[in-house]
C-alpha cells in the first residue's frame, strides 16, 4: 500500500507544512521535548534542539536552499550510493535522494516525541540514473529529548539490489580543536586522505587538520564530546559504517556553501552502510538503518 501525502489539515498542533528558505517546503515541529526542521527537499533535517538545550545540529550560515544543490550541514541522506558513484563520474555524489523533493505522509505525536514520515520512491529521473532499480524509501524521524532518525529501503524490483547509505550528520560543537569522538578507539579506518591507506588509532579522535575517515565492520556506539562538556552520544540499529569528517580550513575555503571559519564548528559523525557494508536486499526485502542521538552531558 502506497502511503498518500497527508492532509495539511490534518496535522497534529505540534506538526506545521510551511514554506522555509529558497521558497522550499519545511515541516517545522515544536514539541514538548524537542524542536525540529525537516525539509522536503532532500528529507532534509537541518536542525533539533532538545527543550531548554542549545541547538545540537549544525547548519551552515553559507548554505544554499535550491532544488538544484543539497543542503549543506544537517543531515543529509547519501543513498544509493557514497561519495563519487564508480559506475558514472557525472552522477551526484553521495547519491540522488538528497536531492529529491520527498513527499510528507505521517505525522504523530508520541509520548513527549513527535514522528514525521516522508516518502521516496523510483521515478523516470531515477530510473535514468546510475542506480535504475524500482525501490520506495521511508524516513522517519523522531523529536524529543532525543533524535530518531529511520531510514527504510524496501527492493519494489523483480531483481536483488545493493545500495549504500549514509546519514550524513553534522554536529554542532564548540570548536573541532577541543572536540574528540570516542567509540572508535583502535578501530582500523580508511583514511580518505592518503590514498584509502587503513590505519588505527588507539585513543579518541582528535582534530587537527582535514579529517575523513571510513570505517567499515563497526556498529558500536560513539559519542562527541566538545570543549563546552556537551557530549552527544550516537547509537544505531543496522548501521556497520562510520564516517567521520572535518574540512578544517583549505577545504572549507574551498566550499562556496561552507564559511571560511565555520570549520571551527562542527564535526560530521555519519552512520551508514558503505562498502563492504552496503546493503543488499531480494525483491520485496526492507532494511532501516537507525540512528539515535542524546545529549548525555549539557556543558
Ligand atoms: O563524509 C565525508 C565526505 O565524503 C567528504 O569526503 C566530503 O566530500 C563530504 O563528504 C561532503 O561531501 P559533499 O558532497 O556534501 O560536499
Redesign the pocket.
Known sequence: MIPAPIDPAALPASVRLETGDGGLPVVRVAGPAGSAELYLHGAHLTSWTPTGGRPVIWLSAASLFTEAK?I?GGV?ICFPW??ANPADPAAP??GFARLAEWELVDAREEHDGVAVTLRLADSPATRASAWPHRFEALYTVTVGAGLSLALTITNRDTDAVSYEE?L?TYLAVDDIRDTEVTGLESAPFIN?LAAMSIETETGPVRFAAET?RIYLDHNAATAVVDGSGRTVSISTDESNSR?V?N?WIAKAAS?GDFGDDEWTRMV?V?SANVRENRVRLNPGQSHTLTVVFDVTAQG
Open positions: 543539497a549543506r543529509p557514497f561519495g555524489a553521495h549514509a550524513h580518505q575523513d564516517i569528517w574540512p566550499m560530521c555519519e
